[in-house]
Nanobody, 117 residues
Framework: QVQFVESGGGLAQVGGSLRLSCAVS????????MGWYRQAPGKQRELVAD?????????YYANSVKGRFTISRDNAKNAVSLEMNSLKPEDTAVYYC?????????WGKGTLVTVSS
C-alpha cells in the first residue's frame, strides 16, 4: 500500500513563492526517483522537475521553470520538496507528486497552486 502526503499548495501572487512537499510511505517500497508534474486546465500533464534518489542526486527541470524552481530530496524520509520562486500566472495548475519504484510510477492526489496577478 503506497501512501502519499502532499502539502504546500495554495494561492500566491505573481512574483511570490510557494514550497511543495511530498512524502511517500509503503511497506517494502524502494524508490529510485521522485518528481513533480503539473496539469493546468485544458492541458496535458507535464513534468516540472524530478530527482534521482541514488547517490548521483541528478535533477531535471523543465525549461519553463529553470532558474525559478528547485527540487530537493530527503532520502531517509522518501520525500521531495519543490521550492517555487518568481511565480507566474502560467504556473497555475494542479501539482502531482510521482514516485518511481522498480520501474513503476505511483501518483499522489495532487495539490492546487494558483498564481494570481
Amino acid at each position: 500500500q503506497v501512501q502519499f502526503v502532499e502539502s504546500g499548495g495554495g494561492l500566491a501572487q505573481v512574483g511570490g513563492s510557494l514550497r511543495l512537499s511530498c512524502a511517500v510511505s509503503g511497506s517494502t517500497f524502494s524508490i529510485s526517483g521522485m518528481g513533480w508534474y503539473r496539469q493546468a486546465p485544458g492541458k496535458q500533464r507535464e513534468l516540472v522537475a524530478d530527482i534521482s534518489l541514488s547517490s548521483s542526486g541528478n535533477a531535471y527541470y523543465a525549461n519553463s521553470v529553470k532558474g525559478r524552481f528547485t527540487i530537493s530530496r530527503d532520502n531517509a524520509k522518501n520525500a521531495v520538496s519543490l521550492e517555487m520562486n518568481s511565480l507566474k500566472p502560467e504556473d497555475t495548475a494542479v501539482y502531482y507528486c510521482k514516485a518511481v519504484s522498480n520501474g513503476l510510477g505511483y501518483w499522489g492526489k495532487g495539490t492546487l497552486v494558483t498564481v494570481s496577478s
